[in-house]
């Protein structure tokens, strides 16, 4: 099973537009380094289970 991450943050191409897409996904490891991913690399992650 993979390890779990919780998402902290995102970014979208208009921030204060509600409808715009997200672009990366953020959050922090158990050591409390920050982590950040493209939409493409969280996707890809989630369906091949890493």
Not at 13 to 26: A, K, Q, S, V
């Amino acid at each position: 099973m993979a390890d779990r991450h919780q998402v902290l943050c995102i970014n979208k191409d208009d921030r204060n537009n509600p409808y715009e897409r997200i672009t990366h996904i953020g959050g922090a490891n158990a050591s409390g380094t920050r982590w950040k991913l493209t939409q493409i690399k969280a996707i890809g992650g989630i369906e091949n289970g890493t």
